[in-house]
């Protein structure tokens, strides 16, 4: 049952499963995608013994601005503090956390900047990253890299907006086809999906999103401060697991390549062979094993309340 929470800019629409006393996981979903796409991921946790959220990002599904005038930020630090504000507004003192795609890429400032708070980090489809163009945007793009990333190029035209805004389910089906070339999925799961681009924010936080990665859009000032600390790449120190695709066709894995500097704390790069983008749908069962493998090498739990943890 779809659940909903406020955070200080949002009501987060999640789906929560498992045992109410069970260690929690939260995992955050990428573009374009929603929380289902974790369905198979959570009943394999769940019978695991762990306690499962999965929220819906800014801009998908049932998710809601509180307020008409809050900019519509796709900034992934703005996805980093929506996470956290959600743990929060739940009680959750400490997590796992599972991040694919953008929920990769805001999953890696809040273990940076958080690490009392992210026991472990799995992350699914991409590198090492802070998100604050200053760093980011200044990292070097291999020729085949910059060509996967076309439609972030297109994104950053009025033409691209153009397009998303018209016919987004056709050029999102598009990308799914591009970025997991072997994975054939099905017409009803990208319709059961595809709801969630609906969203009236949904085109306005994705164009925000890539224009601001390039420097081409200005951020919301109340990140300013975060971002000042992410643009000196803070190392993460808590275990963490990156898997790529080996067939991705939107971030290839040369992106994740050389990363190793930006962890303190145990760091293992996964290549699989055959998965492309949408790996946690594609291959389930890998990214489970992958988790309870992680969970068991983390810091146990405390079971202290946010207040006390503060």
């Known amino acids: 049952m779809l659940k909903r929470i406020n955070t200080s800019l949002l009501e987060i629409a999640y789906e929560e499963r498992g045992d109410a006393n069970a260690d929690p996981v939260i995992l955050v979903h990428g573009f374009p995608d929603d929380a289902q796409t974790w369905e198979k991921v959570t009943n394999g946790l769940v019978a695991a013994g762990y306690r499962t959220f999965t929220p819906y990002v800014r801009g998908y599904g049932a ?15 703005a996805l980093t503090q929506d996470l956290i504000e ?16 953008w929920g990769a890429r805001a999953a890696y400032p809040a273990a940076a900047l958080y690490p009392k708070r992210v026991r472990a980090l799995v992350a699914l489809a991409a590198g090492y990253g802070t998100g604050a163009p200053s760093h980011d945007a200044k990292q070097p793009v291999s020729l085949a890299q910059a060509r ?9 035209l009025d033409k691209g907006r153009e397009a998303l805004a018209s016919d987004r389910r056709a050029l999102c089906r598009e990308l799914w086809k591009l970025w997991s070339p072997s994975w054939r999925f099905s017409k009803a799961a990208f319709d059961k999906t595809a709801v969630s681009f609906d969203n009236s924010d949904f085109v306005d936080v994705v164009i925000h999103s890539y224009r601001y990665r390039w420097a081409n859009a200005e951020g919301d000032p109340r990140y300013e401060e975060l971002v000042a600390q992410l643009a000196k790449a803070p190392k993460i120190k808590v275990p963490t697991t990156v898997i790529v695709g080996a067939e991705d066709g939107a971030t ?10 930006y962890f303190s704390g145990s760091y293992q790069r996964r290549v699989l062979r055959g998965v492309g983008h949408f790996i946690q749908r594609e291959q389930p069962k890998a990214v489970v094993e992958a988790i309870l493998k992680l969970a068991r090498t ?5 079971r202290a309340s946010l207040s006390a943890s503060r």
Do not use: C, M
Request: aromatic share 18%; no cysteine; charged share 25%.
């Open 148 to 156: 996967a990333y076309w439609y972030q190029w297109y994104f950053n």
């Open 298 to 302: 983390a810091k146990p739990v405390r």
């Open 86 to 101: 959600f743990a929060d507004a739940l009680d959750i003192d400490q997590f796992i956390l599972v991040g694919h795609d």
């Open 63 to 77: 998710t809601r601005f509180l307020d008409g005038n809050t900019q519509r930020s796709g900034q992934y630090i």
């Open 252 to 261: 290839l894995t040369q992106a994740s390549e050389g990363k190793e500097r």
